[in-house]
């Protein structure tokens, strides 16, 4: 992606919107935890711009040797400005690597 947008690429995460996805029948978690699955999938795709093997078992997610092979030439800095509104619910809100 790197290549195709000359270093452009911006990757927007967030914690999902129950209108869009409750229709898979799953049930739909209440805030706090789709924070705690938004902090973790954040935490493993930071990981993965490392460029290494990334296992981790974590309480929402399980990755087993994932790794990104086209990392950035230069590290992206990353954030979330809307759950940087939202300091109090979730100790990781605007966190930038």
Same mark, same amino acid.
């Given at each position: 992606? /790197?290549?195709?947008?000359?270093?452009?690429f911006?990757?927007?995460?967030?914690?999902?919107?129950?209108?869009?996805?409750?229709?898979?029948?799953?049930? %739909?978690?209440?805030?706090?935890?789709?924070?705690?699955?938004?902090?973790?999938?954040?935490?493993?795709?930071?990981?993965l711009?490392?460029?290494?093997?990334?296992?981790?078992?974590?309480?929402?997610? /399980?990755?087993?040797?994932?790794?990104? %092979?086209?990392?950035?030439?230069?590290?992206?800095?990353?954030?979330?400005?809307?759950?940087?509104?939202?300091?109090?619910?979730?100790?990781?809100?605007?966190?930038? %690597?």
């Open positions: 992606m /790197q290549l195709l947008s000359e270093g452009r911006r990757l927007g995460l967030g914690s999902g919107e129950i209108l869009n996805e409750h229709v898979v029948g799953a049930g %739909w978690p209440s805030a706090g935890v789709r924070l705690e699955m938004l902090d973790e999938a954040a935490g493993i795709i930071r990981d711009f490392s460029g290494e093997y990334v296992t981790h078992r974590g309480t929402h997610f /399980q990755v087993e040797n994932a790794k990104l %092979w086209d990392v950035p030439d230069t590290p992206r800095p990353s954030g979330s400005p809307s759950r940087a509104r939202t300091p109090a619910r979730s100790p990781g809100a605007g966190r930038t %690597w």
